[in-house]
């Protein structure tokens, strides 16, 4: 049974930050693009950031370009997102996800097999 937990999330004001993990099991970690989608309320998921299977390449999308950092470790099953000075247009919940191949990140939900139950992030002003 894959299973993907995400931690992190929280209050914050604007301008702080925070960092989200996501530990995968059932799964071999290393074999799978992962990413970092986010779902405002009455909104779709939205991609945010992704990685490669051995973290050679990352993707984000172009809002968080310079804020967010996405990052791996294949021997801990963990993907982690740093996210930098944050503000109240950040916040939704962040749910990970396991892509389909080892190299592509793509950025259309579709694309992802597994998710896990997300995280909420709310940033004050």
């Known amino acids: 049974q894959v299973q993907l937990v995400e931690s992190g999330g929280g209050l914050v004001a604007a301008g702080d930050s925070l960092k989200l993990s996501c530990v995968v099991s059932?799964?071999?970690?290393?074999?799978?693009?992962m990413a970092w989608f986010r779902q405002a309320p009455g909104k779709d998921h939205d991609f945010v950031a992704g990685?490669?299977?051995?973290?050679?390449?990352?993707r984000y999308v172009n809002a968080v370009k310079g804020q967010f950092t996405i990052s791996r470790d294949n021997g801990e099953n963990t993907v982690w997102m740093k996210m930098n000075s944050l503000t109240p247009e950040a916040a939704a919940v962040y749910y990970c996800?396991?892509?389909?191949?080892?190299?592509?990140?793509?950025?259309?939900?579709?694309?992802?097999?597994?998710w896990g139950q997300g995280t909420q992030v709310t940033v004050s002003s």
């Open positions: 996800a396991i892509g389909r191949s080892s190299h592509t990140v793509w950025m259309s939900p579709s694309n992802y097999d597994y």
């Open positions: 059932g799964r071999t970690f290393g074999d799978y693009t």
């Open positions: 990685i490669t299977s051995n973290g050679d390449y990352s």
